[in-house]
C-alpha cells in the first residue's frame, strides 16, 4: 500500500503567509489602538473677569442662608460639571429620600422659570443628573464656583427649581472649543460643597 504524497506547494502556501499582508493587518492594527487613545471632545471655556477667593466665598454664603419648608440640596459647581462631561451628581441622602430609584425624566425649573426635561439616573450608587443638564447649564451660563440649590417643588412629576447664586452676577456666555484630548482622566480637586436640608416654617 502505497502513502499519501503531499503537494509540497500547497504546504509552502499554507505555512508561509504573506509579508505584504502581514504588515497591512499590523498597520490596521497600530491604527485601531492609536483611534481608541484619542478622541474628538468639546468643551467649554469661560469668559468671566478673574474672579476673588472672597467672591467664591461670598456666593456660597449666600446660598447658604437659603430657607425653605420644601427639601433642597446645595452642590457648588464643578469644571467637570459646567465646562466638559456635564454630569451632575447629586447628593446621595437627598436622592435616596426625595428622587425615584431609577432612570426617569425630571423637569429643572430655572431661575426665569423656564423649564428644561432632564435625565436622572437614579438606579447608580452616586445618582445624577445626565441628558438634558448640559444644556440648562449653558442656558443659564453657568460657570465653576457658582452656587446652585435643588428645590424639590413638585414630588409627583419630579420638579426641581432651581436657585443659582452666582460668583460674579454679569454672566458671559461660554466659549465653545473643540480639541483633540487623550482618554487619560485628569484629576480633579475636590472643590464641591454638597448641602442636604429639611427646613421648618
Not at 464643578?78 to 432612570?103: A, C, H, I, M
Not at 426617569?104 to 438606579?123: A, H, M, R
Not at 440649590?149 to 420638579?159: A, K, Q, V
Amino acid at each position: 500500500m502505497g502513502f499519501p504524497v503531499s503537494n509540497p506547494l500547497l504546504s509552502v502556501h499554507s505555512a508561509v503567509q504573506p509579508v505584504k499582508d502581514t504588515k497591512i493587518a499590523k498597520q490596521k492594527h497600530h491604527r485601531a489602538q492609536d483611534e481608541r487613545k484619542t478622541y474628538v471632545s468639546t468643551h467649554y471655556v469661560s469668559c468671566r473677569r478673574p474672579v476673588t477667593q472672597a467672591e467664591r466665598k461670598r456666593a456660597l454664603q449666600y446660598a447658604q442662608s437659603f430657607k425653605s419648608s420644601k427639601p433642597f440640596a446645595l452642590l457648588t459647581m464643578k469644571q467637570s460639571q459646567v465646562y466638559q462631561g456635564f454630569w451632575l451628581g447629586l447628593s446621595t441622602s437627598f436622592s435616596k429620600r426625595w428622587l425615584p430609584d431609577e432612570k426617569v425624566q425630571l423637569i429643572l425649573v430655572g431661575p426665569s422659570g423656564k423649564k428644561w426635561s432632564i435625565c436622572y439616573l437614579g438606579n447608580r450608587s452616586n445618582p445624577g443628573l445626565s441628558g438634558g443638564w448640559k444644556r440648562f447649564s449653558l442656558d443659564n451660563s453657568l460657570e465653576e464656583g457658582d452656587v446652585c440649590i435643588f428645590e424639590l417643588d413638585n414630588m409627583e412629576n419630579y420638579t426641581l427649581r432651581v436657585h443659582i447664586f452666582r460668583v460674579v452676577e454679569n454672566c458671559v456666555p461660554l466659549k465653545r472649543v473643540k480639541g483633540i484630548r487623550s482618554n487619560v482622566k485628569t484629576k480633579e480637586t475636590k472643590n464641591q460643597t454638597v448641602t442636604v436640608k429639611k427646613s421648618k416654617k
